[in-house]
């Protein structure tokens, strides 16, 4: 389990941990600070795409290689970062990383059920739990490992930590067994069985959703729905679609979730990429400092995500959810660098428990209205909508922020945030309702 773990946890972390290291970099290079955007979002359209992608391989072919084939990926995004002579290089990088680290999940979820299924039995919840906390929870530990690198190596840390990680990871991952897939007798297209159709379909769409946000205008947003409903007819009559359109339209309820992944990762990114910025601007604190302020973040995160598990009643979980992230929304409207620091880390204590809570009410909804036999499917769907909400944010503080990071931006990411959650209290009401799902689709098709 510890080199699939080391593997599921890099995605995360490394989607989090360049937070502190932002303003550092765009110094550096002499950009302004919104530019610090063009390093977060190009690694969630990766790992937007990457995610089912390498899923999708992993059932093809042997899962180990998938495994193996992200470790090294994420050796050479580390490498090019580490020795990058222009910022140009670190988006490569971040491109390159995005992919790598996309295998990791997907791969170990395959490899776990091969290897329970061989002996007749299903995947344990502990081993299940494991997973999905290396693979959700540990984000929030990113922005403190990021601080304590970059006060140590400078920025490139957050890059260089890569190496080793992958080195020890490739090592332990001799232990884990091969589980190849039997080949068909017929030869299969690669190129047909991963949709490379769909996945080009929807990088355009992935990528004009990244000028919208980034530079609105009424012919890209023409742009956008056009490419949407091109994308969504061209899956619907896919054998085997990249994004299965089908089956959500099958499945309301689950697609609810989807929605809820999309904003809530939509508002919590805004939340931690603004505030640890902030602070390092208006509190004048160093990367280290702003890492060692938010650990209590940290802290509360992992432990109200654990404790709200324990509860049974899913309704009173996700009531608990959207109620704290409207209070966190309405915290960061009223924020300001004359409150003391106190303050601003009771505040960030509050984001903890907002994202814990949420992570794990989205988690158990998922759980609850994904039909059996295709939880891998509803899995690679539910993170491939978090990402576009990532996407989505990493534009948006790239164009706040560009003009400078102060009081006043900050406070306009904040009605954003509250947009958004606005349309997760819309979506919980929509959630208990009581709409009834649409015929099976494994038994309708």
Not at 92 to 97: H, K
Request: proline share 5%.
């Amino acid at each position: 389990m510890l080199p699939l773990v080391l593997g599921t946890m890099m995605n995360p972390l490394n989607s989090t941990m360049l937070i502190t290291a932002l303003t550092t970099i765009c110094t550096h290079f002499g950009r302004d600070t919104g530019a610090g955007a063009l390093l977060i979002t190009p690694l969630y359209i990766a790992a937007t795409i990457g995610q089912p992608l390498m899923g999708r391989l992993a059932d093809i072919y042997n899962p180990k290689a998938v495994n193996r084939l992200g470790f090294i990926l994420v050796f050479i995004a580390g490498v090019i970062g580490v020795f990058a002579p222009a910022f140009e290089w670190l988006i490569v990088s971040r491109v390159i990383l995005g992919l790598g680290t996309s295998a990791a999940y997907p791969s170990s979820m395959a490899l776990v059920t091969r290897k329970y299924r061989e002996t007749g039995q299903t995947v344990p919840g502990e081993v299940l739990g494991i997973l999905t906390v290396a693979s959700q929870v540990v984000m929030i530990l990113g922005p403190v490992l990021g601080g304590f690198l970059t006060s140590v190596m400078g920025w490139y840390g957050v890059f260089f930590v890569n190496i080793p990680w992958v080195i020890v990871s490739l090592y332990l991952s001799k232990a884990i067994p091969s589980y190849p897939v039997k080949k068909s007798r017929k030869p299969v297209s690669v190129l047909n069985e991963v949709d490379a159709g769909g996945i080009l379909l929807f990088g355009m769409f992935l990528v004009s959703v990244f000028i919208t946000v980034m530079k609105f205008h009424w012919f890209f947003l023409a742009a956008l729905i056009v490419l949407l409903i091109v994308f969504m007819i061209y899956e619907w009559k896919r054998e085997n679609p990249f994004v299965d359109v089908k089956f959500m339209y099958f499945r309301p309820r689950l697609f609810e979730v989807y929605l809820r992944i999309l904003f809530t990762n939509y508002v919590t990114y805004l939340l931690l990429y603004s505030m640890i910025q902030w602070i390092e601007v208006v509190y004048e604190k160093t990367p280290s400092e702003a890492g060692v302020l938010t650990l209590p973040m940290s802290v509360i995160s992992a432990v109200s995500a654990m404790m709200i598990s324990k509860n049974k009643n899913l309704k009173k979980i996700n009531a608990a959810a959207t109620i704290f992230m409207m209070i966190t929304c309405a915290g960061l409207l009223v924020l300001s660098g004359k409150f003391p620091l106190a303050v601003i880390i009771g505040f960030t204590v509050v984001v903890g428990a907002t994202t814990g809570t949420n992570m794990v009410a989205n988690q158990l909804s998922l759980n609850a209205e994904a039909p059996s036999g295709k939880t891998g499917v509803s899995f690679g769907l539910y993170r491939t909508f978090g990402y576009i909400g990532a996407v989505v944010s990493g534009m948006q503080l790239k164009t706040i922020f560009s003009g400078g990071i102060t009081d006043g931006s900050l406070h306009s990411i904040g009605l954003c945030a509250s947009v958004g959650g606005v349309l997760l209290v819309l979506l919980y009401v929509a959630k208990f309702r009581g709409v009834r799902a649409k015929p099976d689709p494994l038994k309708f098709l």
